[in-house]
């Protein structure tokens, strides 16, 4: 791996994890939890939302994640749809911009570089709003989950959580988790780059 793609990769990942822990934060604030402004994490600086583990897991695997936000549904109107929302709407977040990304690729064919760039920025967005529907903390989708399942379930799941983590990161480690998802975004990106051909 060059020192070039290198740096796109972690300019990737830093956009990647700063717009979807910003997007949370912002959501969960708007519904009136006040836990994200006093952590300072209804902010676009990447220090705010970055940690350094998940970073460098998503330069090295592809797939990685942000620090966590701190969130209260106590605050929420309606608890279940402001769960919800909170964790839903940052991979969507994430989608929408890998998609986006893409197309602007194919619309105004970016020199080799820039283009590059940009590709790797759409394939981490991509990435990552799939690897979050995962329901394993810390990803979203076991607080997604958590809000759609019984009480029972929900305990039993929190009890197991552990193990399904080391099994997550054996999947990531063995490349089972790639074989399933980039797969997935990288069909969609070619559908997309081929749509102004």
């Known amino acids: 791996m060059s020192f070039a793609v290198l740096v796109y990769q972690a300019l990737a990942a830093v956009i990647t994890i700063t717009l979807h822990e910003f997007i949370k934060a912002l959501i969960s ?7 994200p402004k006093r952590d300072g994490r209804v902010t676009l600086n990447p220090l705010k939302h970055i940690e350094p583990i998940g970073f460098i897991v998503m330069i090295a695997l592809g797939f990685g994640w942000g620090k966590p936000v701190e969130t209260a549904s106590i605050y929420y109107k309606d608890r279940r749809k402001g769960t919800l929302l909170t964790y839903i709407i940052p991979s969507v977040a994430n989608l929408f911009l890998g998609i986006l990304v893409t197309l602007s690729i194919a619309l105004f064919k970016p020199p080799m570089n820039m283009s590059l760039v940009l590709q790797f920025i759409a394939l981490f967005n991509l990435r990552h709003a799939f690897f979050n529907i995962i329901p394993v903390y810390p990803l ?3 607080k997604v989950m958590s809000t759609l ?3 029972n379930r929900v305990i039993t799941m929190v009890n197991n959580q552990s193990s ?3 099994i997550l990161i054996i999947f990531i480690l063995w490349g089972i988790v790639g074989r399933i998802i980039n797969p997935i975004c990288e069909s969609l990106m070619i559908v997309l780059l081929n749509l102004y051909r």
């Open 140 to 142: 979203d989708g076991a």
């Open 29 to 35: 604030s708007s519904m009136g939890d006040p836990l």
């Open 164 to 166: 399904y983590q080391i």
């Open 149 to 151: 399942r019984s009480p």
